[in-house]
C-alpha cells in the first residue's frame, strides 16, 4: 500500500517536472534592452530601439518554436540607474540576454553582473576597447574607437595634414580616441601640439576651439559620443576655423548620420573614419534604410541603429542554434563566430575577443540629392580591434 502511494507519487513528480519543462519552453524569450531614452544620449536609444523593432518585424517574433520578448527600459544613460535596472531584469523579469548599453560607463557598470548571473550582455554602442575584457559574458555588435582613429591616424599625414591638435571627450572612448590618433600619427611622422579634453556632461566647446584657433593646427581631431557632433560643428563655423585653413578630422560619431543632414554647409567637406553610413552603397543597406525611414517618419539610421540591429541578429542567430532552449553559456557559445552581411558590410564577430571585426571606410560630407552624407571614398577590410592586447 505505502510502495504503491509511493510509485504514485514519483510518478506526479514526474509528470510535473516534464510540464514544468515544457512550461519553460513555452515561456517567452526575454531581451532586457537598457538603453538611454532620455536625457544627453536619448537619440542613441531611439535610433537603437526603433532598429530592434524593425529586426523583429521583418524577422518575426518567434524563434525556432519560441516567443520572444522585448522588454525596454531607460537608463538615462546614468551608470547607477543601469546598475539598478540590470538587476531588476536579471532577477524579476528573469531575462535571457541583457543588451543595449549606450554609454561605456553604463556597460562597464553592468558588465560584473552579466558575469555572476551568466547572462550574455551585448553591446550595441558603447565603443571604449576595453568593455569586452569586464566580462566573458559580453559580445560586442558596435565599433571600437581604436578601429576608426587609428584609420584616421593612417589618411591624415599622406593627405597634407602634418600638425594636429586633438579634442575628445573625457572619459573612456574619447581617451582611446586620442591615445590611438595620436600614437599613430606620430609613428607617422606627424606632429600633435596639443590634446585637449573636453568634460561629458553639459560641454561648452567655445574656450577649446579658441585654443586651437590659436595654436592653428594643419586640422583638428575630434571624437564627441553620438548627439554631441552638431554643437561642435556650429561652434567650429561661428569661430571661422575653417576660413583660418583649419580642417575638420575625426572618427564618425562627430558626422553622426543622426545629425548631419540639418549642420549646414560648414560640415561640407569633413572628413571621417568610421564603420557605417547610411549611404553606404550596398543592396543590403539601401533596403535597411528604406525600411527604417518608412517604420520611423523619414529618420535616417545611424551607426547606432546598425549596432542594435545587428545586435538583434546576433541574438537571433544564437537562440536558434540552442533550438530555442537558450541558456546563458550555450547562448554565448552561439554568439561567437557568427559571420553575417550587415548593412555596414561584412561582420565577423571575434570567437577569442568577442568583438566585432569589420571594415572601416574613409567618408568625406557630400551634397547628394539635396542632403549631407557621408560619401565613402576608401576602405580598410576586416578590421580587427588594435586595443586588445591578446
Ligand atoms: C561610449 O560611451 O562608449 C560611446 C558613446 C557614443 C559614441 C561612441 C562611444 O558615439
Do not use: C
Not at 535571457?96 to 548571473?117: E, K, R
Not at 561642435?232 to 580642417?247: H, L, N, S
Not at 558626422?255 to 561640407?268: C, E, R, S
Amino acid at each position: 500500500m505505502q510502495k504503491r502511494t509511493l510509485l504514485k507519487t514519483a510518478a506526479a513528480v514526474a509528470m510535473l517536472a516534464t510540464g514544468s519543462v515544457a512550461l519553460a519552453q513555452s515561456a517567452p524569450f526575454k531581451i532586457g534592452l537598457i538603453l538611454p531614452m532620455t536625457g544627453q544620449q536619448a537619440t542613441t536609444g531611439r535610433q537603437i530601439e526603433a532598429a530592434a523593432r524593425l529586426w523583429i518585424a521583418q524577422n518575426g517574433d518567434t524563434v525556432a518554436g519560441r516567443k520572444v520578448q522585448l522588454i525596454v527600459k531607460d537608463d538615462t544613460s546614468v551608470p547607477d540607474v543601469t546598475r539598478r535596472v540590470a538587476q531588476e531584469l536579471i532577477v524579476n523579469e528573469k531575462v535571457d540576454v541583457l543588451a543595449g548599453f549606450g554609454i561605456t560607463p553604463s556597460a562597464l557598470a553592468v558588465a560584473p553582473m552579466a558575469t555572476q548571473s551568466k547572462t550574455p550582455l551585448v553591446v550595441m554602442a558603447a565603443a571604449t576597447s576595453s568593455i569586452t575584457e569586464a566580462s566573458p559574458y559580453v559580445v560586442r555588435t558596435s565599433f571600437t574607437l581604436p578601429q576608426a582613429a587609428v584609420a584616421m591616424a593612417d589618411w591624415a599625414p599622406k593627405n597634407g595634414i602634418k600638425t594636429v591638435v586633438t579634442l575628445v571627450t573625457d572619459y573612456g572612448p574619447g581617451l582611446d580616441a586620442e591615445k590611438f590618433f595620436k600614437s599613430r600619427f606620430e609613428f607617422n611622422g606627424g606632429k600633435v601640439p596639443e590634446t585637449l579634453r573636453v568634460p561629458l556632461r553639459n560641454p561648452d566647446f567655445a574656450p577649446f576651439l579658441q585654443k586651437v584657433r590659436d595654436i592653428k593646427p594643419d586640422a583638428l581631431f575630434v571624437f564627441v559620443p553620438s548627439g554631441a557632433g552638431a554643437a561642435v560643428m556650429k561652434q567650429f563655423g561661428e569661430r571661422g576655423m575653417d576660413k583660418a585653413g583649419i580642417k575638420l578630422i575625426g572618427t564618425g560619431d562627430v558626422t553622426d548620420d543622426d545629425q548631419l543632414n540639418d549642420m549646414g554647409d560648414v560640415a561640407l567637406g569633413v572628413v571621417t573614419s568610421h564603420h557605417y553610413s547610411a549611404y553606404h552603397p550596398s543592396p543590403a543597406n539601401k533596403k535597411f534604410v528604406a525600411e527604417f525611414q518608412k517604420a520611423n517618419k523619414g529618420l535616417r539610421p545611424n551607426f547606432m541603429a546598425v549596432g542594435g540591429y545587428d545586435g538583434m541578429r546576433v541574438i537571433y542567430e544564437a537562440l536558434k542554434k540552442t533550438g530555442g532552449k537558450g541558456g546563458g553559456d550555450a547562448l554565448l557559445a552561439g554568439m561567437k563566430g557568427q559571420i553575417f552581411e550587415s548593412p555596414r558590410g561584412p561582420v565577423f564577430i571575434d570567437a577569442q575577443t568577442r568583438d566585432v571585426v569589420h571594415n572601416i571606410y574613409l567618408r568625406k560630407v557630400e551634397k547628394k540629392d539635396g542632403q549631407l552624407h557621408n560619401v565613402e571614398f576608401d576602405v580598410l577590410k576586416d578590421v580587427k580591434d588594435p586595443g586588445k592586447t591578446k
